[in-house]
C-alpha cells in the first residue's frame, strides 16, 4: 500500500458517492484514516467504508448534512477527536438543480446556495481550527465557473465561481500556517449527478476536446496531487480537469 498520506486524516464532507466516494477511497489508499461525511446515503457511506477497509484502509461514515452548520461542524469536531488529528478536507458535497431564470424557485437558489458554497465555508472553517501545519483543503468546484454553455443552470454555476473566489481569501488567511486552500473544476463526470450516458451528455461532448465524460477516480487523483507533500507550493487555484470544456 502506497504510504504518501500515512497517519494523515482527511475529512470528505459527501464522500457517500460519486466524486467523493472515489477521493476517498483514494486518500485511504495512499494511506490516510478517512470519515465519510454523508447527508441522506448512509448506505452509499457504510459501502464506501466496507471498500476502504477491504482493501486494508480506515475509514468510518459520518452523518453530516452540509446545509446544516451545526451538523457538519459536529462531524468534523467528532473526525478530529476520534483520530486526534485533521489533515485533509476535501469538500464534495453539491447539488445541481436546474431551471430557467423566470421559473427558478428561491427555495432551490437558498439550496444550492447553502449546500455548494455556505457549506464549504462551513467545513473548511471547522476543519481548518484543527489542522496543523501542512493541512490541505481542496474544494470541488466546477468547469462551469468558467464557462456555462447549456441554459438552466445560473445558479449553480454563480454557487461555482463563489469558490473561485472563496479559495483565493481563504489561501490567503490560512497561507501563515502552511494550510493550502484550492479547487478542483471538472468538467462532466460520470456520477449520479451527470450519467455518461445520455443525450444531455452527447450535447456536452459536442462543447469538448476530448468527447467523453471524465471519471470519478480521474478526479480523485488530482485530490490525491493536491493532498500529497509535491502540492505544498499550490494554493489558491482553480485547477481544471475538464477534457478541454472551457478550452
Ligand atoms: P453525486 O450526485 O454523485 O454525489 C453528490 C454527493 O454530494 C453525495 O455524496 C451526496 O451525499 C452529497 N451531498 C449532496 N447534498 C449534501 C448535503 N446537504 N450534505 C452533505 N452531502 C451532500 O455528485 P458528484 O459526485 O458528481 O458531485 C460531487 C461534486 O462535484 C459536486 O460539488 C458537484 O457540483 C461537482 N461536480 C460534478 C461534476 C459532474 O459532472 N459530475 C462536474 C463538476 C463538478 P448524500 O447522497 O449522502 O446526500
Redesign the pocket.
Known sequence: MNSKLNGQVAFI??????????AARRLAAEGARVAI??????I??EAVVEQIKAAGGEAFAI??????AA??TSAIDATAARYGRLDILV??????LLGPTEQFSLADFD?TL???VR?VFVASQAAARHMQDGGRII??????AQRMPFEGGAA?AM??SALVGLVKGMARDLGARNITVNN???????????PAESDFALGLHGLMALKR??T?DE?AAMVAYLASPEAAFVTGADLLI?GGFAA
Open positions: 464532507n459527501g464522500g457517500s458517492r460519486g466524486i467523493g466516494a472515489a461525511g454523508y447527508a441522506a446515503s448512509a452509499a457511506a452523518q453530516a448534512d452540509a446545509s446544516d451538523s457538519l469538500n464534495s458535497a453539491g447539488v445541481l439550496r447553502a449546500v455548494n457549506g474544494n470541488i468546484g466546477s468547469t462551469n449553480y454557487s461555482k478542483i473544476a471538472p468538467g462532466p463526470i460520470d456520477t449520479d449527478m451527470n465524460h471524465g470519478a478526479v475538464d
